[in-house]
């Protein structure tokens, strides 16, 4: 029901096929993000047509609303949320440890109130696990702690308690039967320490599971930390298990992490930007609130084969945005989803070519070549 399928690689760049209950993946990937089942402002349909081949959902919101119970008695995310495809969750661990003053953690689990209604809850590794099997996704992630990467005394607290509470996670998950229908990937934590981060990899990786993710990064910490964790992990993570880099959605983010061996990357960064009228292209991203386009008749990126942008000017979308007509959200959504999505297209197409190199430097060269307007 799961497997993973290297079919080339290009230096570190690697061109595979993950196979899950649900439908193939080509890698490298990138996942959309519908937090609360649902890509904001995007139905599935799009999605498909866009190019998504899985998505993400988060199993903090949807444990609060409407419940994983209630999805789970309407037959699962995928038939709740009418995605036909993949579905990757989350454990809740982020979402839980980011609330900062309305948690507390011990080495049994967390407590924390709700951000909703401030009504008090407790996660644990084994609650996270049941959780996700009631959603059903076909990828779910181990229950995990992400602490500040600069700060060595939590990091390793925190460390011994994500290893403790990986092996509790694939003991609920395997107890439950559940490994034929759903792959539970581990989560590498460590911060920005490089002993830590070897010591996460090699206790995390014997622990056999299917895929692995590098937590803890794209939270704050400097570029040039992110690249060398994922340089370090590029060593220390099996070649033949899918690679997961959490929270990253920058194109030249993107480039870099193929490069450096990663195959799957999920952020909201294409809509979050789109609700703040900011757009990807070629030359870099442009807010279209500037005055510069009021009267702009050309596509946001004449280079997108996008319906946004093969329909659409910058003029039009610009007047949307301007008198609050949620059509333009919906279109600038698509069009920041679609460009992501075809550079990785375009990414696996130069792997397979064995030019990714060369790709990535002239990708990168103009893209940042340009000044970011927002």
């Known amino acids: 029901m799961f497997s993973f399928h290297l079919h080339c690689a290009d230096r570190r760049a690697r061109l595979g096929l993950l196979s899950t209950p ?3 993946i080509r890698t490298p990937v990138f996942m959309p993000v519908g937090t609360q089942a649902t890509v904001k402002g995007v139905p599935p349909r799009d999605l498909t047509d866009l190019g998504a081949s899985i998505i993400l ?3 903090y919101h949807l444990y609060l609303r409407p419940g994983d119970e209630l999805i789970a008695r309407r037959g699962g995310l995928h038939r709740f949320m009418n995605w036909p495809g993949p579905i990757l969750t989350d454990s809740g661990g982020f979402q839980v440890f ?3 003053e309305m948690r507390t953690i011990d080495d049994d689990g967390a407590t924390f109130k709700s951000h909703l209604d401030g009504s008090l809850h407790r996660m644990t590794p084994e609650k996270s696990i049941r959780v996700q099997h009631n959603l059903g996704a076909d990828i779910i992630m181990c229950f995990d702690e992400c602490p500040p990467p600069g700060d060595r005394e939590y ?3 925190a460390l011994r308690r994500t290893h403790a509470w990986a092996a509790r996670c694939q003991e609920t998950h395997l107890r439950a039967g559940a490994a034929s229908r759903q792959a539970l990937f581990g989560i590498v934590q460590g911060g920005a320490f490089a002993d830590l981060r070897e010591q996460s990899a090699r206790f995390i990786t014997a622990l056999d599971f299917p895929g692995y993710a590098i937590g ?4 704050g910490e400097s570029k040039d930390v992110t690249l060398r964790v994922i340089e370090q992990m590029d060593a220390l993570l099996p070649e033949d298990k899918p690679r997961y880099l959490m929270g990253v959605g920058e194109p030249t983010d993107l480039l870099h992490g193929v490069a450096r061996g990663v195959d799957m990357f999920d952020c909201v960064l294409p809509t979050r930007l789109a609700r703040h009228a900011a757009a990807f292209t070629r030359d870099g991203r442009i807010n279209l609130r500037g005055k510069i386009y009021a009267e702009d008749d050309a596509p946001i990126d004449p280079e997108c084969d996008c319906y946004t942008c093969r329909a659409f000017t910058r003029a039009y979308i610009r007047h949307l945005l301007h008198v609050g007509e949620m059509l333009g959200l919906y279109l600038m959504s698509l069009h920041n989803l679609r460009f992501l999505l075809r550079l990785m297209e375009d990414i696996r197409a130069a792997i397979a070519e064995r030019r990714y190199a060369g ?9 940042t070549a340009a000044r970011p307007q927002v």
């Open 359 to 367: 790709f990535m430097a002239d990708w990168l060269a103009r893209y």
């Open 155 to 157: 990091n390793e607290i």
């Open 98 to 100: 980011s609330l900062s």
């Open 57 to 59: 959902s988060n199993t």
């Open 216 to 219: 803890g990064l794209a939270v």
């Open 22 to 24: 649900h439908g193939d």
